[in-house]
């Protein structure tokens, strides 16, 4: 039987100006291959501005540290296939199972701080039971 593309996400709530918060991620056991992920928030303008980010997947770092994180977002007007950012070349090996993201809050002129989520979307490929 075919692997089966899964998408998740995970949140993580910034609560203060200027503060850095780690979100983790624990990678199911029946994962095959993590294929990328992207960046969405219920505040986009402040992910855009705002946002940097460090991103490590098994015990790699794959996104260097003060990162822009307006890197990873998209829109709906983009196809839905063509929305991730992919690990290497979108196959990678899901490894010791985990995934931290480092977001931190950087003050910008645009934007005004208001408490805001960032949704960590991850795409993966599972066997199926």
């Given amino acids: 039987m075919p692997d089966k ?15 850095t918060v780690t979100g983790e991620y624990e990678i199911d056991d029946d994962v095959t291959k993590v294929k990328g992920f992207w960046l969405s928030s219920d505040r986009e303008d402040l ?17 260097e540290a003060g990162t822009q994180a307006k890197n990873f977002m ?6 839905y296939w063509l929305r991730m950012w992919p690990f290497g070349d979108g196959t ?15 003050d910008h002129p645009n934007t005004v701080f208001e408490p805001y989520s960032v ?5 993966f490929d599972i066997t199926p039971p």
């Fill in 5 to 19: 593309n899964l998408t998740r996400f995970f949140t993580i709530n910034i609560t203060a100006a200027g503060i």
């Fill in 47 to 63: 992910l855009f501005y705002r946002g940097t980010l460090y991103l490590k997947f098994n015990g790699a770092e794959w996104v």
């Fill in 74 to 79: 998209n829109s709906s007007n983009v196809d």
């Fill in 92 to 106: 990678a090996d899901p490894g010791d199972q985990e995934m931290a993201v480092d977001y931190t809050d950087n």
């Fill in 119 to 123: 949704h960590v979307f991850v795409e």
